[in-house]
């Protein structure tokens, strides 16, 4: 092997392997994620339909179930009271206030109370380091690089804000949330009331947390899709387990109800992977 097929070789290998060591955690953390994608793919899906509005409730509705399909919507799992930043606060206050509520980004709010942007630990990084460099910029700066430097000579959250914000009603479903937020890159989101007054926070976790089902759920679904299926005679005979979104069926069917089981199970959301033990009879 000559030294360049060598180093392809290696570049192919280093590519093949993660960078560093997983975690015994790692797997379930990707499912999971599989599991959040999925949930937010049909929000999106949902979202975009043509001639669809999106399920709102109006604002004296109650959570939950009272709601009518039991969708959850935001309101049922933001965080309350929601901390916030004045507009006229001091860039260090701002870092201090951060590191206080364990957050990195707050909502930033108008003496009315008004959500008019969001300021972000990369904000004020991207202000130490325009500092560092002694605010130089080259004559003719890209576009973005320069309103990254007027920005960062900011003193202020008003400077320093990303605005407009991002913000989410509280009636909106948790789907929109999630979908809102990955479509946004957010971490968290201000909730707003329709006059834009701060209202509470939504973190991403929370939203996966409330989106993904537990096994049992997913479990529960699997069996009226087996009442829906198999025969009579048949339901007895298969057994389902559920771990961690994984799906086992177990028993015999006759082959043609077999496939027809494993489809419609592999369509229900949150299924990361369903195992056929089925044989046929």
Not at 91 to 99: N, T, V
Not at 108 to 126: H, I, M, N
Not at 256 to 274: H, K, Q
């Amino acid at each position: 092997m000559n030294q360049h097929e060598n180093f392809s070789t290696g570049t192919e290998a280093r590519q093949s392997m993660p960078s560093r060591p997983w975690s015994p955690s790692e797997g379930a953390r990707q499912d999971m994620l599989v599991r959040y994608l999925g949930a937010v793919a049909v929000a999106a899906a949902e979202h975009t339909e043509p001639e669809k509005q999106p399920p709102t409730a109006p604002a004296d509705a109650s959570p939950g179930p009272a709601n009518g399909s039991g969708t959850p919507l935001v309101r049922d799992v933001m965080d309350v009271p929601a901390a916030w930043l004045r507009d006229d606060l001091p860039y260090r206050e701002i870092a201090r206030l951060l590191a206080h509520e364990h957050v990195g980004a707050l909502p930033v709010v108008d003496a009315e109370g008004r959500v008019v942007g969001v300021v972000s630990e990369s904000d004020l990084l991207a202000k130490v380091a325009v500092e560092a460099s002694g605010h130089r910029r080259r004559p003719v700066g890209r576009l973005r690089e320069r309103r990254l430097h007027d920005k960062a000579r900011g003193e202020t959250a008003a400077d320093l804000m990303t605005s407009p914000a991002i913000t989410v009603l509280p009636g909106a479903t948790v789907a929109e949330a999630a979908w809102l937020a990955a479509l946004s890159r957010l971490k968290r989101i201000p909730v707003t009331d329709h006059e834009g007054q701060l209202v509470g926070t939504v973190g991403r976790d929370t939203l996966l947390q409330t989106l993904i089902r537990d096994d049992a759920g997913i479990r529960a679904e699997v069996e009226d899709r087996i009442r829906t299926v198999c025969a009579l005679g048949d339901r007895t005979t298969v057994e389902v387990t559920v771990r961690d979104g994984i799906v086992e069926l177990s028993g015999q069917v006759p082959a043609a109800t077999g496939d027809r089981l494993v489809a419609e199970t592999e369509a229900i959301a949150d299924v990361v992977e369903v195992k056929n033990l089925l044989t046929a009879g």
